[in-house]
């Protein structure tokens, strides 16, 4: 039973920084793709970065593009996602996502597994 549990939402104010943790378990975690989507209230799940089960390749959305950073650690089956500059349009739900292959992919479908996800609220 793979289980994902994300931490680090919280609220804070526009311009700062946080720092999402997904731990993984439940299977081996090297060389399956890893992601992080988010849902804010009344719009549909979005993707937001990518990584793949290498780890050396990486792909953000355009909305968080220079902001945001995902990266892996596998020696500790954890993915984070490095949220800098943070905007009140970030607010949502914050879940992470891995699927059964290492190939980076975008969409909610192509995912087999996700957290229970993490609040960020930013203020302006």
């Known amino acids: 039973q793979v289980q994902l549990v994300e931490s680090g939402g919280g609220l804070v104010q526009a311009g700062a920084s946080l720092r999402l943790s997904c731990a993984a378990s439940g299977r081996t975690f090297t060389g399956y793709a890893e992601a992080w989507f988010r849902q804010a209230p009344g719009k549909e799940r979005e993707f937001v970065a990518a990584i793949s089960g290498s780890g050396g390749r990486t792909y953000d959305a355009d909305s968080v593009k220079g902001r945001f950073t995902i990266s892996r650690d596998n020696a500790k089956n954890t993915v984070y996602l490095q949220m800098n500059s943070l905007k009140p349009e970030d607010t949502a739900v914050y879940y992470c996502?891995?699927?059964?292959?290492?190939?980076?992919?975008?969409?909610?479908?192509?995912?087999?597994?996700w957290g229970q996800g993490t609040q960020v609220t930013v203020s302006s």
């Open positions: 996502a891995t699927r059964t292959g290492p190939v980076v992919l975008t969409t909610p479908r192509q995912y087999d597994y």
